[in-house]
């Protein structure tokens, strides 16, 4: 009887199939160990409490199937109601820009070239250094506050050229805030507004330039790449089309080619995945407008534009120390001051023009300037012509005098002839000679520099769409666009009526020193 009840309690606690093991072990127990009404209570008890553990393992497996059937049931509908129709989808498929990267890199170049002007040590250089030029301090301005508000009008400039830039690009983009890129930063430059919060903070800042530097880098290898597989593919095709003598040697360079070919797309495929080529117009436009949204912020900053706008100074990139601030503030709880030569046009004016306007008036030369008669450029290549000629005057011949003279516009041979009336024919006296040389090099130790600045500054614009990375930080306050015409060409006509002289020094005492010679050998001649 005891042993009964164990067996009894060890089929309440088992499963099925091990009930139906044991009383298949049971039957074959011999009698004397247990009795069979005993075996009998046994095996009805174990068969009753197996059909009720199948019954409940039954339910169980029912019920975790009909709750997987109703998640299912309930993820398609919400699929179904959340997904748009396939049309949508094939609209907003997004592609690469393409062959516009190596534009796109041109724009980001732009804006890190504008970042390295704006950085403390820049400003700080601007300060110190390019608005106390000699040349500039002479026939530009001496005033501090107005040549400061042209660096600044002519960052602005540039700014609002890259950004008329990313707004033709940004009409492409399938995000609408960007496709309105244009207007949101005009009024953020006007009112301060960021309504996308598109101003970055400085560590944001400093990692995306880190970004647009690689991009620049890496799509500059990839046009180099791109360049050297026409090459080869031209190769190609030229040595398809030659009629070599030995066949082994032409079918052979072939090969040679077509595997060359053939690492070369490779190495252009894997450049375009790690350039700017696959990335979507929507991440390259935004990456560019947020950048410009902290340029202008930063210019701002710097200059003491606009405070008060209504952007948070605190977010600002880039760290400003005291050196860098060009318009200190007198009063540091002050937050509306205006620098100097913005201060010029009334607050009506720019409200009437707008932020980029009023910039736009600043960079427009007066009068009196060599910019507003169109000179500028000219008079640059005319000083560096004598600047040649005055370290070799030697060297030069009448027919380069004469082209030197071609190049003088009228206003110049006037004052030419006018300082040379008083000169006499001869020039043999070699004190005044030395004299005029060392006053030609004082002239040119100021002038020349913004000769050169001036062929500098227009050759970089002139070239910028060939050249990915721009290299130079010529401003327009350091040539010959805001140059004074009137002293300019005072300047250029003191250094004509020394180079005229020098000139006609030298060959007088060339003239001399053959005529010695000359009598030298005939008296060695006569004496033999």
Known sequence: ??????????????????????????????????????????????????????????????????????????????????????????????????????????????????????????????????????????????????????????????????????????????????????????????????????????????????????????????????????????????SLHIKDHDAGIKEQKIIDLRQKILWQKQEVKYLKVKSLWCRSFDTVTKLLARSIFAVLARIKLVFGVGHGHGYNPSSLPLSLSASALVYPFENSNSFLHVSGPLAKNPPNTREAHGFFGSNSMILKPPSTTLGAAALALHYANVIIVMEKMIKSPQLVGADARDDLYSMLPDSIRFLLRARLKGMGFSASDPVLAAEWREALQKVLKWLSPLAHNMIKWQSERSFEQQNLILKTNVLLLQTLYFANQEKTEAAITELLVGLNYIWRFEREMHAKSMFLNCNGFLISQCSC
Not at 58 to 70: C, P
Not at 75 to 84: C, E, G, I, K, M
Not at 95 to 103: P, T
Not at 155 to 171: D, F, G, P, Y
Request: charged share 25%; with cysteine.
């Open 1 to 238: 009887m005891h042993l009964t009840k164990v067996l009894l309690h060890y089929f309440i606690f088992s499963s099925a199939p091990s009930i139906f093991i044991s009383i298949f072990f049971l039957l074959l127990l011999p009698k004397s160990i247990i009795p069979f009404e005993e075996l009998q209570i046994l095996i009805f008890c174990s068969l009753f409490i197996s059909f009720f553990v199948s019954l409940r393992i039954g339910f169980m497996a029912l019920e975790t199937w009909l709750i997987k059937v109703k998640k299912t049931f309930s993820y398609s509908l919400d699929s179904a109601r959340v997904s748009p129709p396939l049309k949508n989808k094939l609209v907003i498929k997004k592609s690469g820009v393409g062959v516009l990267a190596f534009e796109i890199a041109g724009i980001m170049s732009k804006i890190l070239h504008l970042c390295e002007c704006l950085s403390d040590e820049s400003m700080a250089r601007f300060r110190s250094e390019s608005i106390w030029l000699e040349g500039v301090r002479k026939i530009v301005s001496n005033d501090d506050v107005f040549l400061l508000g042209l660096v600044c009008a002519e960052l602005v400039e540039n700014l609002r050229v890259i950004a008329n830039s990313i707004s033709s690009m940004s009409k492409k983009c399938q995000d609408s805030s960007l496709r309105c890129f244009d207007r949101l930063f005009d009024e953020f430059a006007n009112s301060g507004h960021d309504p996308h919060s598109w101003l970055m903070g400085s560590k944001e800042l400093t990692s995306k330039i880190k970004e647009m530097e690689r991009f620049v880098t890496v799509t500059a290898s990839l046009l180099r790449e791109i360049d050297e597989l026409v090459l080869l593919e031209n190769e190609l095709k030229k």
